[in-house]
């Protein structure tokens, strides 16, 4: 009975940690001290849930005594009358009937708000006074629920090391004393960039992990899916929004085929597309016409997502319309110029017209400082060089790869492409 009890805390904290901390952070503005209310709420349902019962609302029940517990936080400190008196209220004449209304206007901030205060929450999080990393970290510690240990897993870091980055992470927000607001105009702008910086980094760990044995962690593509789809409710008007999510959509419906039976990478070229998930295409597709309607169609985000787009509508892979993937690419490189973009626009090219019209474009990125230990530059050019028979330089390339990759199961991949070079 404890057992299922326990399951059911931990499926309902999984879903309503991130509400409860931002509730509560928008009234004590701290979001360590938020985050320690709220796991002190989850505490009280551990030791009453199993003997009471799960309530018929747990979500409202873990919000009503992670508030409590910050009214008592906030009585003691005396910071409550502090607040009190910044709106003009006389604490000492009203005290007894204050504290209830000022009780009744939180829940019915938390009814209008949530989503405010999620959003909030979220620019907290990803605030530029953090390095990428902490704001990583922090992102999926608050809002994706995860654990220090799973975002230790995740990251191939040590969990005293995740641990001692979000303890700072919180610190720093508070000694710089950030805001516990959505910023406005320009700054919105600005700010919301770094927001889905942090999301698609979360996205692309998952979908393509940078170290380790593992081709893909599936865990942390959903949580970047969950992330970014509360973004598109929360921000329904902003375009780029819903151009990351129709990218990380149309991206993710690709997962089950991108492992053969024995878990080795399979590349998109060769994928079996039935494997492809059509209900997630069909939902990247909506967010793309989303963005769209809402005039974005030119974001970084929109661009690439239409550049999926092109690969999820095709049936299969020599249906692919490569001159408008080369022609996409193109205008994103002059949205947002990146050696890694023009690499991509590469293949593209080579696709739509010959590999030695790639090989051009890659030949040329060679001496980009930014790319020297980028294992995909001599991947892609081993690949072209293949196509054009110069087999003995192509295998060097491969083994170039090879050397660079920190993944093993993109190691492996580059060694046996280079393999069958020498059997050719």
Not at 335 to 356: C, F, Y
Not at 375 to 386: E, K, M, N, T
């Amino acid at each position: 009975m404890h057992s299922a009890t326990h399951q059911a805390i931990s499926a309902v904290w999984r879903i309503e940690s991130a509400k409860i901390v931002a509730g509560v952070a928008r009234m004590v503005r701290d979001i360590g001290l938020a985050e320690e209310l709220a796991q002190d709420a989850l505490v009280s349902a551990l030791e009453h849930w199993p003997l009471d019962g799960v309530p018929d609302n747990p979500g409202a029940w873990l919000m009503a005594t992670a508030k409590n517990r910050a009214l008592d936080r906030l009585r003691r400190d005396k910071l409550l009358q502090e607040k009190l008196e910044q709106i003009g209220l006389d604490l000492e004449a009203q005290e007894a009937l204050i504290v209830p209304d000022f009780v009744d206007a939180l829940d019915a901030a938390r009814e209008d708000k949530i989503g405010d205060d999620l959003l909030r929450l979220i620019f907290t999080a990803c605030h530029p006074v953090l390095s990428a990393e902490a704001r990583v970290a922090l992102t999926l510690k608050l809002l994706a629920g995860l654990t220090t240990h799973e975002i230790a897993r995740a990251f191939l870091s040590s969990e005293p090391t995740i641990a001692q980055r979000i303890v700072r992470a919180k610190r720093t927000l508070n000694e710089a004393r950030v805001p516990f607001e959505v910023p406005h105009g320009e700054l919105l702008t600005e700010r919301l960039s770094a927001v889905l910086e942090v999301v698609y980094l979360i996205f692309n760990e998952g979908y393509t992990a940078t170290a380790g044995d593992d081709w893909m962690r599936p865990s942390l593509i959903d949580e970047a899916l969950r992330l970014g789809r509360m973004l598109a409710e929360l921000a329904p008007k902003e375009s780029e929004v819903h151009g990351l999510v129709g990218l990380m959509e149309l991206q993710a419906s690709r997962a089950k085929a991108r492992l053969d039976a024995a878990g080795r990478p399979v590349l998109l070229l060769d994928q079996d597309r039935s494997r492809w998930d059509h209900l997630l295409i069909r939902r990247g597709l909506l967010a793309l016409q989303r963005a769209e309607a809402l005039d974005g169609a030119f974001g970084p985000y929109a661009l690439q997502a239409a550049i999926a787009a092109c690969h999820a509508r095709a049936q299969a892979a020599g249906e692919t319309d490569w001159a408008r993937i080369a022609a996409l690419y193109a205008t994103l490189g002059q949205v947002s110029p990146s050696p890694v973009i023009e690499l991509n626009r590469a293949v593209a090219v080579s696709m739509a017209m010959g590999p030695a019209a790639g090989l051009e474009i890659v030949d040329a990125l060679a001496k980009d400082r930014a790319l020297r230990d980028y294992q995909w530059l001599p991947s892609v050019r081993g690949d072209l060089l293949a196509k054009l028979g110069r087999n003995a330089e192509a295998r060097q390339e491969f083994e170039r790869a090879a050397g660079l990759a920190k993944n093993t199961q993109e190691r492996d991949l580059l060694l046996e492409r280079a393999a069958r070079l020498y059997q050719s």
